[in-house]
Structure formats: structure tokens, C-alpha cells
């Protein structure tokens, strides 16, 4: 499992601790910033991103909060999370996701990029890596799709990691929902080579071409959900109709009761 020597100390100088999560307070260029320092130093380095879906898991799952602790990089990823903050710790906090940022993140790094895809549809993962490759000229170190035993030891698992070590990519996109993809990067850190890991969702589904992110004033509307749950609503309508009230819950009862960790309230996303 977690490995303390194998994190990279958060650059963020003031994190902020909600809801049972630290998140480091970075704009979406820092990130993009540091994510390619780190991947052209051939530096591991792990980043994590919290929305209301996380959080939830997180107080029925202590190890996503030992994840995000140890975490190089932790940022708010979702209006429910930013509007918590502000409201519980009266503080304003950046909110980005890994599409509005990976680009400029292989821009930076370029022609000097080795990605490893691990997630999504296999045909879906093998046109995402085609076209970053074609739009950013990296070079793709693997693809591998998502639907494999993640059980730590597991043979799928084991074979994996066995090619991602090979391969040495300096950039892991692990993109397989949450939590499924923080689980697996939890239970296989200390075995990954130095590289960054990202959880990236559904990144590549974005990059494949086959889901749109709605313009930034959308999402700085705070509806980007809505506009999700109207496009995929067979996946995401248990998540959302279901969740965000569970994470609304979890918010009162911080507000109400301070800042330490909730009981198990729900049997919500189990």
C-alpha cells in the first residue's frame, strides 16, 4: 500500500483541510506547471483531484483521505467541493479539472512525453492515445483498458504493473472513475516506476473525442453536473439525484459539528 518515501512532498504552502480531504489551492497552469516538471524530471509524483462523489466515498473510506494526504498534488475538482470550502473554511479555492489542464501540461513537455494510458473502452483508450499523439506529439508508452481485476496481487493487476514498469512513462493517466481508479493507485504506488500518475476520470473519453466539456461558463455556473447527468443519465443519475444530497448532508453535519470526521450515515455509492 502507501509508501511514505515514495510521495512527493505538496508544493502547495497552504492546503486545505475539508471534509476529512486535503486539497492544495493551485490554478490550473500551476498545475499544468508542475505536473511537467515533475514528468520531465522523471519525478514520481502522484495527483488526485475531489468532487461531492469523492467526498462521500471518502467518509465511509478511510484510505482516500490517507491517499489525498500523501498526495503531491490534491485539487478541488467540482462546484459542491468549492461552494464546501467557501463555506466551511470561508475561503476561495481554485476549481479545475484534468482536461482544462493536461494540454498545456504535453505542450510543455512535448516531443519529451511517454504516456501510459490505463482506462476506458479498449477503443476507446487506443484512439485517445492516437490522438494526443497526433495533437501534442507525445509518445504513447501503452494503453491498457479498464476493465480488469484490480484486487491488489491480482494476476491482471500484476501484469499491468509488470508493463508499466517496462515501459517507463514519464506521464500515467489512470482514468476509471472514482473510486475504482484511486483504489488501484492506492494498493500499487510503491510498485509503479518514477512517473506522474494522474487520476484523469473521464479524460479519455475527452480525448477520444467521444464526450465534450460545455464552455468554462458553464462550469463557472456551478451546472456542469447538470449538464453531464442530461448527456449521460443512464450512468450518472445515482451519482447526482442521490449523491449531491448525501454530500449537502455530510456538509451540514461538518458545519454543524465542526471539522472532525463524520460517522458512516449512508449506504450511498457502496
Known amino acids: 500500500m502507501l509508501s511514505e518515501q515514495a510521495f512527493a512532498a505538496p508544493d502547495s504552502r497552504d492546503p486545505i483541510e475539508i471534509m476529512g480531504l486535503r486539497l492544495h489551492n493551485l490554478h490550473r497552469d500551476v498545475i499544468a506547471q508542475q505536473v511537467a516538471n515533475a514528468a520531465l524530471a522523471q519525478r514520481k509524483l502522484l495527483v488526485v483531484n475531489a468532487n461531492a462523489h469523492l467526498i ?31 463555506l466551511l473554511k470561508g475561503r476561495a479555492a481554485h476549481r479545475t479539472t484534468p482536461p482544462e489542464w493536461i494540454g498545456n501540461t504535453l505542450n510543455i513537455v512535448g516531443e519529451h512525453a511517454s504516456v501510459f494510458w490505463v482506462g476506458g473502452a479498449p477503443e476507446v ?12 506529439g507525445v509518445r504513447t508508452a501503452g494503453v491498457h483498458h479498464g476493465f480488469f481485476n484490480i484486487s491488489a496481487g491480482s494476476p491482471e493487476s500484476e501484469a499491468l504493473l509488470a508493463r508499466i514498469r517496462d515501459a517507463k512513462p514519464n506521464i500515467l493517466l489512470v482514468n476509471m472513475g472514482m473510486p475504482r481508479q484511486e483504489r488501484w493507485l492506492y494498493e500499487n504506488w510503491p510498485m509503479l516506476p518514477s512517473c506522474v500518475a494522474i487520476t484523469g ?70
Open 56 to 86: 462521500v466515498q471518502a467518509q465511509k473510506q478511510p484510505w482516500i483521505a490517507n491517499l489525498f494526504f500523501e498526495a503531491g498534488i490534491a485539487f478541488c475538482d467540482g462546484a459542491g467541493v468549492q461552494l464546501a470550502i467557501r
Open 201 to 270: 476520470g473521464a479524460l479519455v473519453d475527452h480525448a477520444a473525442g467521444r464526450v465534450h466539456r460545455p464552455p468554462r461558463w458553464v462550469a463557472n455556473l456551478g451546472v456542469e453536473w447538470l449538464v453531464r447527468l442530461s448527456r449521460e443519465p443512464r450512468r450518472l443519475w445515482r451519482r447526482y439525484v442521490f449523491g449531491l444530497p448525501v454530500f449537502g448532508f455530510y456538509m451540514l453535519r461538518y458545519a454543524l459539528r465542526g471539522n472532525g470526521r463524520t460517522t458512516q450515515l449512508s449506504s450511498y455509492g457502496q
Open 125 to 136: 483508450v487506443e484512439e485517445a492515445a492516437k490522438r494526443f499523439e497526433a495533437r501534442f
